[in-house]
């Protein structure tokens, strides 16, 4: 696929969640993410990064505005089709505790690949290569509990891979990680970035994170306050 | 995959499984103890009235249940017995010449029923034997009662006493006689107990005057749950203007009555006790619920649909669900077979409203096979549905409000 694609675009998309003083935690934000591309979101606590992931991601509805993945417009679609759609397209690394804890960190990883019905010889090959790529194969055996935070992660990007998702949809990935730790996972997912050509767009207060990225979209009360191209994506392929 | 994932689940929170099953287990023996006393008491009550007694099943001469005296018997026909024993569900048919007399001692007085026995047959069908707690078996040709406690205390009377008896015999001549008493026995049923006396049938025959006659023919079944068939068909064979047959539950509605009555409450008091279980259950399934949001919202994030996870959860809780009833089984059966080897005995005022109401106050517990798989099964299907709780959790699942929390 070309990197000149939009792989995420978002028009005046607006989340209004209500109450006696309703809160605007999105407010009319125009997005558009090439493919490739390395984004932070960054802004305050407060400032809309989780709920426009959640928007992007397909887990929330807007208020307003609308959310095309590929050209694909997605707010319009059932919570059911959504399920589908979020398991085929969009790869989801969370704050923590992203695992299924009673399965390994193999077979978490292989875990949205049964979801999807991948043949077994299929899905070995990927695990193997994924496992690699995020050089956990010597602890593939091992369940969540028995893994660092730092190699949980790496298993949530590993699994948010794992099915060849549009992009991949990061909230504060770092956020309960030491700084090494921190860099590690970076590390791992800008190489990605590179070798695969994953695109990624996640959030994050922690400013050695933010220096990694090629683009940041800094936040302020759910609009966009900046936009900034700080290096040019990868374009290896 | 989807199996792998349920059973995993079931080991990783020990403690909450563990709660989940103990629910289950102590709803299971709970509910077998009192299914078990239930039965056991009725079919005590049953046995006490019926069985050591009465019997099942019995043949009278047509109008004699209605009008109980000595001048509605019959012949005894040894031809009429040898075609109620042809018959492959009957298994023993013994005569009996009762009549109601007043006993006396030299102070006190009080009318009882004299019951003409064959003493080793009605041993046979009645298990009269048992009942004697003190002197002598009756045996053929005695000119000796056995009497029961209840009246030989109220007479004040002992064994070797003597016993008047005084009646009416048969087409009005007059009945009276003086027996020793050889034995005392003790029925179950207080109400039984206040005033038997047992004599050989030959000797009431003679006392009243009724040579070769017999009131009744008790018979002794194959199988005691078919005695309304059984009396029916049996009366269908004999002339109708002759003979009655009659099944227990004909000749004491009010013990069919109250066994049925029983029954009934004793459901109102089940289902009470279902729910208290259903609550407990339901608790431990909540508790699981809640503290898998999280995980159930990542699950659903990432793409697996939610038939499928309800299907895990489903699978884990009839896991749970059949250990539970299987252990819970495998718990009671020993407390139920100890119970009924020691049944449970009231005392004091406990004990005598007990027996004022007619019933022995003491606790027996049924080992019927059915007690523990319906209940069992009862209790395990309580747990499946319950079991819906989470699936419907499940359903209504939002993930970004289930990871928020
Ligand atoms: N479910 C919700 N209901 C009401 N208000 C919410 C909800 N989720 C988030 N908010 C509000 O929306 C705003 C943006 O929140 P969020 O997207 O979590 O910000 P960030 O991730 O940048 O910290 C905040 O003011 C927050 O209080
Ligand atoms: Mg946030």
Redo the contacts between chains.
């Keep these: 696929m070309e990197n000149d694609t939009p792989v995420i675009v978002t028009e005046q998309l607006s989340k209004i969640y209500p109450g006696p003083v309703p809160v605007h935690a999105v407010n009319d934000v125009d997005l558009k993410v090439m493919k490739g591309e390395f984004t932070a979101l960054v802004g305050p606590s407060g400032s809309g990064k989780t709920t426009l992931l ?1 928007l992007i ?1 397909g ?2 509805y807007p208020s307003n505005g609308k959310v095309w993945i590929r050209g694909q417009e997605i707010s319009s679609l059932s919570k ?1 089709a959504l ?2 759609y ?3 397209n969009i790869g ?1 690394v ?1 704050q923590a ?2 695992l ?4 390994t960190a193999r077979e978490n990883i292989e ?2 690949m ?2 999807q019905k991948k043949s077994k010889q299929e899905r070995d090959r990927r695990v193997m290569e994924l496992l690699k790529e995020v050089d956990l194969v010597d602890q593939q055996n091992k369940r969540p509990g028995q893994l660092s935070g730092g190699q949980q992660q790496r298993v949530a990007v590993a ?2 891979l794992a ?1 060849k998702p549009a992009f991949i949809l990061a909230d504060e990935p770092t956020a309960n990680l030491d700084s090494t730790t921190a860099g590690n996972l970076l590390d791992t997912m800008v190489r990605l970035n590179h070798e695969e050509n994953m695109t990624f767009i996640f959030s994050t207060h922690d400013q050695r994170v933010i220096d990694r990225a090629h683009r940041v979209i800094t936040l302020v009360d759910g609009s966009i306050a900046r936009d900034q191209i700080v290096a040019v994506p990868s374009d290896h392929h | 995959m989807l199996l792998k994932l349920a059973w995993r689940n079931l080991w990783r929170n020990k403690r909450r499984s563990i709660i989940t099953i103990s629910a289950i287990v102590f709803a299971v023996v709970l509910s077998v103890l009192l299914d078990s006393v239930k039965k056991g008491l009725l079919d005590k009550m049953k046995e006490n009235v019926v069985g050591f007694y009465h019997g099942y099943v019995q043949v009278h001469r047509n109008g004699y249940w209605d009008d109980k005296t000595i001048d509605n018997s019959f012949d005894y026909d040894s031809m009429l017995i040898a075609s109620l024993q042809r018959r492959e569900e009957v298994d023993e048919v013994i005569p009996r010449l009762e009549s109601f007399v007043l006993a006396a001692s030299e102070s006190m007085s009080k009318g009882s029923m004299l019951v003409g026995v064959d003493p080793e047959k009605e041993d046979a069908v009645t298990t009269l034997k048992s009942k004697l707690i003190k002197g002598n078996y009756l045996q053929d040709g005695d000119h000796a009662v056995m009497v029961t406690t209840g009246l030989a205390d109220y007479l004040r009377l002992g064994l070797n006493d003597s016993l008047v008896v005084l009646g009416q015999g048969y087409h009005g001549v007059s009945a009276a006689g003086k027996y020793p008493i050889k034995g005392l026995i003790k029925f179950g049923s207080p109400e039984l107990n206040k005033g038997l006396i047992y004599l050989p049938i030959g000797e009431s025959q003679h006392l009243f005057g009724a040579d070769n006659k017999v009131t009744a023919f008790v018979l002794k079944l194959d199988n005691i749950r078919e005695a309304q068939k059984t009396s029916e068909e049996l009366g269908a064979m004999l002339p109708h203007d002759e003979y009655e047959t009659m099944s227990w539950q004909q000749m004491l509605p009010e013990l069919d009555q109250v066994i049925q009555g029983e029954e009934a409450e004793n459901k109102i008091f089940q289902v009470v006790l279902y729910m208290l279980i259903a609550f407990g259950i339901f608790g431990t399934i909540l508790m699981m619920t809640m503290e898998r949001q999280f995980e159930f919202g990542v699950m659903v994030a990432i793409g697996m649909n939610k038939a499928m996870l309800s299907l895990v959860v489903v699978l884990e809780n009839i896991f749970l669900s059949i250990l539970g009833a299987i252990v819970g089984v495998m718990v009671s059966l020993p407390v139920v077979l100890y119970l009924y080897r020691f049944p449970v005995s009231l005392s004091g005022q406990l004990a005598e409203a007990y027996e004022n109401f007619g019933m022995e106050p003491i606790y027996y517990f049924s080992t019927d096979a059915v007690v523990f798989y319906t209940q069992g099964l009862v209790v395990l299907s309580l747990a499946l549905v319950l079991a819906f709780y989470p699936v419907f959790k499940i359903w209504k699942l939002n993930p970004v409000a289930a990871m928020q929390s």
Excluded at chain 1, 100 to 103: D, E, G, K, S, T
């Design positions: 959640n991601g887990l929330d059911s399920i589908e979020r398991l085929n989801f969370f505790y992203n299924i804890p009673v399965l875990f949205v049964l979801l699994r948010a099915s």
